[in-house]
């Protein structure tokens, strides 16, 4: 089956993205991620300068991680990243201040919309 994940959920302060990551990993095991679409607060999963403790678990390089080794693209809400001060070379103001982690990439809603489109299952967190 094709999937698409939605993680509506902050980086950090809930278990939402952490448990979205860990439904990747059990999904790709079995069935195909077409897309993850970062959304509202689950921007910051995407935000390079997100510096957890040495001692905590980093979910940003995770996602990257997880991203490189299955080939699933990793897709921040356009509009949703530039509200909350996400940018990518192409949206920033000023290019010393690009915050857009690697391997993430600032898509619209007719990307998301497309990969909805080819999907068996959509799960939201």
């Known amino acids: 089956m094709d999937y698409v994940l939605v993680v509506k959920q902050p980086v ?3 278990q939402g993205a952490f448990l979205a990551y860990q ?15 970062f959304y509202q607060e ?9 510096y957890p403790a040495n001692d905590e678990f980093n979910l940003v390089n995770a996602w990257q991680d997880f991203a490189r080794r299955h080939n699933v693209p990793l897709h921040l809400c356009v ?19 690009v915050n857009l982690a690697n391997v993430f990439q600032l898509a619209g809603l007719g ?10 299952r959509v799960i939201t967190l």
Do not use: M, P, T
């Open 23 to 37: 439904l990747a990993q059990e999904l790709v095991q079995k069935h195909r991620i077409c897309q993850i679409f």
């Open 111 to 120: 990307e998301f919309s497309q990969a909805l489109l080819r999907a068996d």
């Open 42 to 50: 689950g921007i910051s999963n995407g935000n390079a300068l997100v």
């Open 79 to 97: 509009a949703a990243a530039q509200r909350r001060g996400v940018v990518d070379e192409a949206s920033a103001a000023d290019k010393s201040a």
């Open 12 to 14: 950090y302060g809930s």
